[in-house]
Nanobody, 117 residues
C-alpha cells in the first residue's frame, strides 16, 4: 500500500514562492510516476505537473516557466517549487503516485495554497 503526505502549503502574496513536498511511504519509490494536481471549489481537479520514473517532466500550460517539479528517490519525496504565484494558483494541491506496472493511483489528503494580497 502507498501512503502519501503533502506539506508546504500556506498563504503568500502574488509574486511570492512556495515549495510543496510529497512524502511517500512505499517500498520502492523509484518505479512511481509522481504528479501534482489542484482543485478549487466547484471545479474538477486539474493536472499541474508530472515527473516520470525516468525523470521526464510535463507541465500544464498555465504553470510552465513558473513551477518546477522534482523528485528525490532516496528520500522518497516529490516536490513542487512554485514561483511567481498568482491569485489564480489558489487551490488545494494534491500529490498523486501512479504505478505504471499495475496502473494504480494513490492520492494524498491535499495541502491548501492561497495567493492573495
Amino acid at each position: 500500500q502507498v501512503q502519501i503526505v503533502e506539506s508546504g502549503g500556506g498563504s503568500v502574496q502574488p509574486g511570492g514562492s512556495l515549495r510543496l513536498s510529497c512524502a511517500v511511504s512505499v517500498r520502492v519509490f523509484g518505479i512511481l510516476h509522481m504528479s501534482w494536481y489542484r482543485q478549487t471549489p466547484g471545479k474538477e481537479r486539474e493536472f499541474v505537473a508530472r515527473v516520470t520514473n525516468g525523470g521526464t517532466r510535463e507541465y500544464a500550460d498555465s504553470v510552465k516557466g513558473r513551477f518546477t517539479i522534482s523528485r528525490d528517490d532516496r528520500k522518497k519525496t516529490a516536490y513542487l517549487q512554485m514561483n511567481s504565484l498568482k491569485p489564480e494558483d489558489t487551490a488545494v494541491y494534491y500529490c498523486n503516485a501512479y504505478t505504471p506496472h499495475s496502473e494504480n493511483d494513490f492520492w494524498g489528503q491535499g495541502t491548501k495554497v492561497t495567493v492573495s494580497s
